[in-house]
């Protein structure tokens, strides 16, 4: 039986590792921490490190949940649309993310115009890239109140700096049926993705090996020959097959003259202790310190992405400020349950290499297979997408694929 090792535990590389062993191969799977998950994973306290959303349009993501069974415990919270309060004037609104659902007026984003409505299938559509405030500059009402958080939630960088044509890969997107629901899991990142993924793999045959980390790789003619895992040296054999599933900054380390994205942008998220009885909610804000309120019976977590400055700050000021807003979109959108003004104790987890920053410019192009039996995956691997968990579930799919006799993939 040919034996595969993928490296790296995100859903890059559990999905690639799924893939292999439904493949037929003998799977380990090399994680250098003690938990899986990577950039997508549950603390030890079962807190999510963030919030983490997915749109009906992921159906390399949905199709990873329905293979490990997981695909019920991720939730449409607001069927009716996004509610967004805009703290500078208190309009509260829903906002479909899909133009399908724009013919009723109720639901089209503020400030959508004929000319806006060009300018977004502009960047649907691509001839130029440029940053994505400059491409809206005549469109202030509709940047300010739709394609900003969307730009920043979506590509993870200010929309001084993203990238139109990167936004256009998105906005492309949400046209299908069905294809802009947006999806939280119920009971977190643990419980509804990580958890039944590792039991999925395990029953599949494969071994995961956590405290694994690659520190070395031997290479000689084209392939890889060695992998140096922790005290271990393992020796590959002709058969056998490598999939690298790192963040770009380890890919780069491992495999000499790999170009891959070198700048980053944090996502800052708090985790306030506040339990409640209601249903899943999911609030945008425009014109704070918070961007989007995921309320859930386990607590409240706001995220704040393309957090340069913010995540310089420290909690004592931010769980207050952002607890005041958390009030007052519980108040326009009647949240179920108590908001008292004390605020609750809080968490914040800053993930400062969350994803690359998608600037204006084509990214650095990685292969999918540099040597003969090996391949990478990894979000930034995937250049249809911004980096993001269908982005990494396309390049674990694709690396599995790329090894896999023709026929088993
Ligand atoms: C706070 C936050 C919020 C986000 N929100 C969203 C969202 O709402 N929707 C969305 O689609 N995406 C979101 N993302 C992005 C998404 O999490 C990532 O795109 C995705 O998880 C990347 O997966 P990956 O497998 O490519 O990489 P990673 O998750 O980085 O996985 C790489 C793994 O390799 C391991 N590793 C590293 N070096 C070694 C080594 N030498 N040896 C062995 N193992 C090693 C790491 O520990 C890690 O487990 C968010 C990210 C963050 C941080």
Redesign the pocket.
């Known amino acids: 039986m040919a034996r595969a090792h993928v ?7 559990l999905v690639a590792a799924l893939a292999l062993a439904r493949g037929g191969c003998a799977v380990t799977l ?4 003690p938990v ?5 994973r549950a603390l030890p306290d079962g807190t999510d ?6 749109m009906g349009a992921n159906h390399a993501a949905l199709r990873f949940l329905d293979a490990i069974g997981a695909r019920a415990g991720w939730v449409e919270p607001e069927p009716g649309g996004l509610p967004v309060l805009d703290l500078a004037d208190g309009a509260a609104r829903r906002i479909a993310a899909s133009p399908l659902a724009w013919r009723d007026p109720a639901l089209r984003p503020p400030g959508l115009t004929a000319g806006g409505l060009l300018a977004l299938l502009g960047m649907a559509l691509p001839l130029t890239d440029r940053p994505v405030a400059e491409a809206l500059a005549k469109h202030p009402a509709l940047l300010r109140g739709f394609v900003e958080p969307l730009t920043v939630a979506a590509l993870n960088t200010p929309v001084a700096e993203a990238s139109s044509a990167r936004l256009g890969q998105v906005l492309r997107r949400l046209g299908g049926a069905g294809a802009a629901r947006l999806l939280v899991a119920r009971d977190g990142l643990g419980p509804d993705m990580i958890a039944p993924a590792l039991a999925t793999l395990e029953a599949a045959g494969a071994t995961i090996r956590f405290g ?3 520190r070395a790789m031997t290479q000689a003619d084209g392939r890889a020959t060695a992998l140096h895992l922790g005290e271990e040296t393992v020796a590959l054999a002709e058969q056998d097959q490598v999939v690298l ?3 770009p900054w ?1 890919a780069a380390r491992l495999i000499t003259g790999l170009k891959v994205p070198e700048r980053h942008a944090p ?1 800052l ?1 708090l985790h306030f202790a506040r339990a409640g009885e209601g249903p899943v909610r999911f609030v945008g804000l425009v014109g704070g310190l918070c961007q989007w309120v995921l309320a859930r019976p386990s607590g409240v977590s706001v995220t704040v992405s393309a957090a340069d400055a913010e995540t310089e700050e420290a909690v004592e000021t931010l769980a207050p400020r952002a607890w005041a807003e958390i009030r007052r979109a519980a108040q326009a959108f009647a949240l179920a349950g108590d908001w008292p003004e004390a605020t609750p104790p809080c968490r914040a987890v800053k ?1 400062r290499r ?2 690359p920053r998608h600037g204006v410019g084509i990214p650095p192009h990685a292969p999918r297979r540099p040597l003969k039996n090996l391949a990478l995956a ?2 930034w691997t995937w250049h249809g997408l911004p ?6 579930a396309r390049s674990g799919e694709a690396a599995a694929k790329a090894l896999l006799p023709r026929g088993r993939a």
């Open positions: 490296v790296g535990a995100g859903v890059a590389g090399h994680e250098a921490t899986a998950g990577g950039r997508c490190n963030g919030t983490h959303a997915l694994s980390r690659l599933a790192l963040p380890e996502i998220n993930e969350a994803t990894g979000d980096a993001t968990i269908e982005a990494a």
